[in-house]
């Protein structure tokens, strides 16, 4: 047998044991000869006392030393460098608050037990002048705040007011007067418009259906007008609502029952979701048709009936002004499914009939006219040639006369467009060219044309409510965005998100315990905010706004049983002022900067907003500084928060209370 271990590996292994024992020698006699290492501690680690394991002992172990003798000889040797001193260590800093929301008591205790929107009116901003110095971050400012309004300006809308243009208009005889004439750049509204002597918080919904503060809207006319038609009454320092109107002086409630018995098909609440009311008055046609889950737009001019308007929206009645004139309502094709004109004071057949082919646009397929007018049942001669040629027109637009019966008849308008393909030749009014945009309608002249409906469809086929409400409607297709696929599930996605933040709200902020009952979204989009209060039982309606510098997406609000309107927000709003409890505006102000001052829309929601009212704003952090300081020049309680994406989001959340001022 050979053996494991040959000649040479026996040799280098016997080096190797000679090798290690050199060097364990020379080291251990320079380590008897030179420094030893000194361990210096200044504290004893706890956590190594508590841990088994092998201990090192120094050779100087037992060994006495002269410190000042040592450092002398250091200072004497040439060495690379001198350790510092340590630097005094800062303290640490405080932890960050808790993320907890509520309000202190005099005892210094915190309650989340309290109600937000409420102000007390003797808690008010007097002496209101001067400047304001404050620091955000690192950049320091000084804020020039905003002057009072001349009290002649408490019911100011700069659009509708502007004197000097209406009397520079060549024609007024088509209602050109009551349309918008907005000041140049420039000359726009750069003060706070003050409220009246007196002013309350308002009744809350559903008591101001029927009665509403005198002082809030201090004017009587419409009493001494519409007293006798149940329209309005004083009482004291209230407004008392009866429900009655021109045409239906018993109750709103009876009207409707009997239009619904009049024609079957109109089911309120189910196939009849949204509804337009012309001339609407103090809006008690849309006040009672809200326990029947119909939302109306109930729209009116500033006219001889000045403060109608107002009074709807005191109510917490959802109300703009606006007139049937010269151009295009600031609303979409095939939006409503009833329209409804009780003594509005309309020549429907001028010209052609221009304005009611502005009906018939706005009138969705298979929607309903209903028209209570004296033509209708008076017998006199002229009242019979203006029902003459009424049938006539409505007849050329393919209307179905369904159902005449005491003061109100009702048509309805076809399903698609072969009785106008079948009409003879030359028949007036034409059809609109294919091309013609029916959902253009931010400052476009009326047409005198009847707009085609879609050949596939889209508008007419509507879920019933409430489900459509979250049905992605047919004209999701058609309408322009960016994107081109999937877009049933970004329309499911933007629904979603909306439903998460209202619930955080819900959580967070007490959202539920906010008097809120009128609420302008600024930048709607699909009019998810809307529907997500709806999914959560807020008692409140939403006006959605679609700006005219984005996709207009409005068809799509109005397919879902939502209400809403085009507008530039460079520009005013057509609504009185302290009309709204609620503004939200989703990303408007990094968009709407580059075409405006962020300040003009400051100032316009200043004005929209009621004393006590709330503002939400999610935007970027780039327009957060400036908005703040607008904010706190209006005299605003303003706070910025995180969004829940936490603190390194590009988005912020700015929530803001407007005081009730007097200067």
């Known amino acids: 047998m050979k053996n494991p271990l040959s000649n040479t590996d026996l040799f280098k292994f016997s080096a190797l044991l000679f090798v290690s024992f050199a060097f364990f020698y020379l080291g251990k006699r320079w380590a008897d000869g030179n420094q030893r290492i000194l361990f210096f501690s200044s504290y004893t680690s706890s956590r ?47 932890p960050p608050p808790p993320d907890r929301f509520g309000i202190v008591n ?203 308007i107002q009074f709807a929206l005191e109510r917490g009645v959802p109300a703009m002004v606006a007139a049937f004139a010269t151009h295009r309502l600031p609303y979409p094709s095939q939006a409503f499914d009833l329209i409804h004109c009780s003594r509005c004071r309309i020549n429907w057949t001028r010209d052609d009939g221009i304005l009611l082919l502005e009906v018939n646009r706005m009138l ?106 979250q049905t992605p409607p047919d004209r999701l297709q058609s309408i322009q965005l960016d994107a081109y696929i999937a877009r049933k599930e970004l329309f499911k996605a933007e629904s979603k998100y909306w439903n998460e933040i209202i619930e955080s709200y819900v959580r967070a902020l007490h959202w539920k315990k906010m008097k809120l009952r009128n609420v302008l979204d600024m930048r709607a989009g699909f009019g998810g905010f809307a529907a997500a209060l709806i999914e959560q039982k807020f008692d409140c309606w939403v006006m959605n706004v679609v700006p005219v510098s984005g996709f207009n997406t409005l068809p799509l609000i109005y397919d879902r049983g939502l209400i809403g309107v085009m507008h530039d927000w460079c520009e005013s709003f057509d609504t009185y002022p302290r009309t709204y409890d609620l503004l939200h505006a989703a990303g408007l102000f990094s968009v709407e900067r580059k075409r405006c001052n962020m300040s003009t829309i400051m100032l316009e929601m200043d004005r929209m907003l009621r004393p006590g009212g709330h503002v939400y704003i999610r935007d970027s952090i780039d327009v957060m500084d400036e908005l703040q300081e607008i904010g706190k020049a209006m005299g605003w309680h303003v706070t910025l928060r995180e969004t829940a994406e936490g603190p390194h989001a590009s988005y912020r959340i700015l929530t803001a209370d407007k005081r009730l001022l007097h200067a």
């Open 48 to 94: 190594a006392s508590q841990q088994n394991g092998y201990v090192s002992l120094s050779p100087n172990l037992n060994k006495s030393f002269d410190i000042s003798s040592l450092i002398s000889q250091n200072q004497s040797l040439a060495s690379p460098y001198i350790v510092p001193s340590p630097a005094p260590v800062d303290p640490l800093p405080p």
């Open 106 to 308: 005099e005892d210094g205790t915190m309650s989340d037990d309290f109600e937000i929107g409420e102000y007390d009116p003797d808690l008010v901003e007097t002496e209101w002048n001067g400047d304001v110095n404050g620091t955000e971050a690192t950049k320091s400012f000084k804020i020039t705040r905003y002057e009072m309004c001349p009290g002649r300006m408490r019911e100011y809308i700069p659009c509708l007011d502007n004197v000097e243009a209406i009397k520079q208009l060549k024609s007024t005889d088509k209602g050109e007067r009551f349309e918008r004439h907005c000041p140049l750049n420039g000359t726009g509204l750069n003060c706070l418009v003050p409220a009246p002597k007196g002013y309350k918080t308002p009744i809350p919904w559903p008591r101001s259906r029927n009665e509403v503060w005198y002082n809030n809207v201090p004017h009587s006319r419409l009493v001494e007008d519409k007293g006798g038609q149940n329209w309005i009454s004083k009482e004291k320092d209230k407004f008392k609502f009866p429900g009655g109107g021109t045409q239906f002086i018993h109750g709103a409630d009876q009207y409707l029952d009997q239009i619904a018995k009049m024609v079957p098909d109109i089911t309120w609440g189910h196939h009849i979701r949204v509804v337009m009311d012309v001339g609407c008055g103090v809006a008690s046609f849309g006040a009672y048709l809200l326990p029947r889950n119909v939302i109306t737009m109930s729209i009116a001019p500033k006219d001889v009936h000045e403060n109608q």
């Open 364 to 469: 969705r397929a298979g929607g309903y006219f209903a028209w209570a007018a004296q033509p209708v049942y008076k017998h006199e001669e002229a009242q019979e040639e203006h029902w003459k040629e009424m049938l006539d027109l409505t007849t050329r637009l393919c209307w179905e006369l369904v159902k005449k019966e005491g003061y109100i008849a009702i048509w309805k308008k076809p399903t698609n467009n072969s009785c106008y393909l079948n009409r003879e030749a030359g028949t007036i009014p034409p059809l609109c060219d294919p091309d013609e945009n029916p959902d253009n309608v931010w400052y476009v002249d009326l047409k005198a044309c009847i707009t085609r409906l879609p050949e596939n469809g889209y508008g007419a086929n509507v879920s019933l409510w409430p489900e459509r409400l």
